[in-house]
């Protein structure tokens, strides 16, 4: 109902839907309480938007973060006041950390019980106010339409992120005359998409002059929806590129110009040629620990172009001989256009002697893996299988750990929006939900949960929703009995010390819990996988299963260790190829 004027009368939750509608929201997940129950009694007579009930209301954040990061749209996430807000706050820091665009919409008790310790009363736009790029407060009906549109403006534009409406039960139940006008002005709120001319030609002169670029790609590029813009440029200029954690897919696996992925965990030819640079082309990317190693050690011949969307990255960690301040795809867009226009009036660098060390780091560290001693599964092998058999066009979430970095080392990915993982956060419980929330967003396409058994109990409650709600994902168990990642760190730095980081240490069965009488709890199809021969034949079964989720054990080798490894703290020069293979460590 665009326009202005006297509108239809209604009450504040029916304007709530009504503004969503508006907007385009088909999907939202969340779960109902008594300070939201006015709006869920509209969400009954919805025709446009399905509701999706979640088990658990970090399992609706992290669906909607799910639902954003496969489809580059809004995910929505609805939750009742004080417990049920709080349990939000986890999917909404990680959607802070790794900029996805979602909207958190709370009850909040009556406005004049607010500041009691009402029953279910928590502040939850101040708990949020440091992890979101803006909370608001709605307190009357007729501030609902506004709220809802600057709150969707606000977190699927510029540096896209959570947002969170905070809305009481009188202002829910309260009416007012409904007028849609989605013409959002935010006071101090001017995202800079096109990026300044002078900046994008000292861009075009250093890569020109450059002997050793690189392209130091991020999560952002993937955000902006500029993969294609990235092709072309990095082909322009010919130099090699790296993906951070958050932007593999962005740049195809199988161009012959990436070398992988950097950092603590990075391939050696994609640390080491961020480490011998001399011109790093950071493209979305806000220089993160992780990548880094010991920031004063890293890259320290490089000079650096810093394009992001956020000012407030661009020098935050490295200085920038060239910031630029824009939208990934545009500033991609202009850089190609000027450094095609360079090549017509100067001559470039010679990147020969270049390639040809990073083409000898090639030869010589090749990302691989040493077979178990144990007789056990190798992840690696298990998570390498999934990808092969599954192709490109699936999609894969991963949890956190040891599992996560073989999910991104080993599967090969070739377009954007197919992994999906907790990044900044490092939140443990993401995958599943997110895998629901990615599934619904994509129902065509398969759809891998990549978990370990540490995470996997923190929220396969959802495996609830995914039946009820007809979503079939499929759920790879890389079950160590542990907590790998921590154990990783206690083997190398604490004398494998393993203090509370191996599950199964009861008296009881040594397997608990049993994750196949657990899937079948579910309503899951579910396998176990203890021998190597039988690794396909679960995974083919799983890809040829679609009337129900699938959830497969992979009892895998607690040994097993992630390779290559960057110690915190220390210079990626340092980076470690193998247990044999690097300096020797202290203990902290």
């Known amino acids: 109902m665009p326009g202005s004027g006297r509108g239809e009368q209604m009450t504040g939750a029916q304007a709530v839907l009504r503004s969503l509608e508006a907007l385009g929201v088909s999907d939202v997940f969340g779960l109902p309480g008594g300070a939201v129950l006015p709006l869920y009694d509209t969400i009954m007579d919805a025709e446009k938007i399905r509701h999706i009930l979640v088990r658990h209301e970090q399992g609706g954040g992290h669906a ?14 609805i939750a009742t006041s004080g417990p049920g807000a709080t349990n939000l706050v986890t999917a909404i820091a990680d959607a802070y950390m790794d900029s996805v665009p979602l909207l958190a919409i709370t009850g909040q008790v009556f406005s004049h019980l607010m500041g009691t310790d009402a029953f279910q009363e928590a502040d939850i736009v101040g708990i949020t106010m440091p992890i979101t790029k803006h909370s608001f407060l709605v307190t009357t009906a007729a501030e609902v339409p506004a709220a809802i549109a600057a709150a969707y403006h606000l977190a699927s534009t510029g540096r ?45 002169d ?65 640390v080491l040629a961020l480490q011998e ?28 172009i810093h394009a992001d969307i956020d000012p407030a990255e661009i020098g935050k960690i490295r200085a920038a001989d060239v910031p630029i301040v824009g939208d990934a795809a545009e500033v991609i867009a202009d850089l190609t256009a000027a450094v095609s226009s360079a090549k017509m009036s100067q001559t470039f660098a010679d990147q020969g002697p270049w390639w040809a060390r990073l083409h000898e780091l090639q030869e010589k560290f090749p990302l691989g893996y040493q ?29 956190v750990g040891q599992h996560q970095m073989w999910a991104a080392q080993f599967i090969k990915y070739e377009r954007p929006n197919s992994w999906l993982n907790s990044g900044g956060a490092g939140t443990m419980g993401y ?4 895998a629901m929330g990615a599934k619904v967003a994509e129902p065509e396409r398969v759809v891998w949960a990549i978990d370990g058994d540490g995470c996997f109990q923190m929220t396969n409650q959802e495996l609830a929703t995914c039946v009820v709600n007809n979503i ?44 196949v009488k657990l899937g079948e709890a579910y309503g899951c199809l579910a396998i176990r996988v203890e021998r190597e ?56």
């Open 431 to 434: 995958s599943v939900p997110a």
């Open 160 to 204: 896209p992120g959570p947002v969170l409406v905070d809305i009481t039960k009188d202002a829910q139940e309260g009416l007012l005359d409904f007028v849609w006008d989605p013409q959002v002005d935010l006071a101090g709120y001017r995202p800079i998409t096109k990026a300044n001319s002078k900046q994008i030609q000292a861009a075009a």
């Open 533 to 588: 021969d039988q690794v396909d034949e679960a995974i083919k079964l799983a890809l040829e299963t679609n009337d129900r989720p699938v959830v497969i054990d992979f009892v895998v080798s607690a040994d097993a260790m992630v390779w290559p490894m960057v110690r915190q703290g220390t210079s990626n020069s340092d980076i470690q190829y193998a247990l044999d293979h690097a300096p020797e460590w202290e203990g902290e």
């Open 277 to 304: 640079a001399d011109l790093l082309i950071t493209l979305g990317a806000r220089f993160d620990d992780r990548v880094t190693g010991k920031a004063a050690l890293f890259a320290p011949e490089a000079k650096v």
């Open 206 to 270: 250093l890569i020109a002059a450059a002997e050793r670029p690189v392209f130091y790609v991020g999560g952002g590029v993937g955000r902006a929806g500029a993969s294609a813009e990235l092709i072309q440029l990095a082909e322009l200029v010919g130099a090699p590129v790296v993906t951070t954690l958050m932007a593999r897919g962005v740049f195809p696996d199988s161009h012959p110009q990436h070398l992988g992925m950097p950092g603590m965990h990075g391939t050696v030819p994609a």
């Open 371 to 399: 077979e178990t001693s144990d007789g056990l599964l190798s992840p690696q092998h298990v998570i390498q299988r999934i990808g092969e058999l599954t192709g490109p066009e699936g999609v894969f979430a991963a949890g």
């Open 64 to 77: 909607a973060e799910g639902y954003a990061a496969a489809s580059g749209e809004v995910g929505v996430c």
């Open 472 to 515: 079939p994902i499929k759920v790879a168990v890389i079950n160590n009995s542990s907590l790998g990642m921590v154990r990783q760190w206690q083997t190398l730095i604490y004398d494998g010390r393993y203090s509370n980081t191996e599950l199964n240490t009861g008296h009881g069965s040594p397997r608990v819990p049993d994750f």
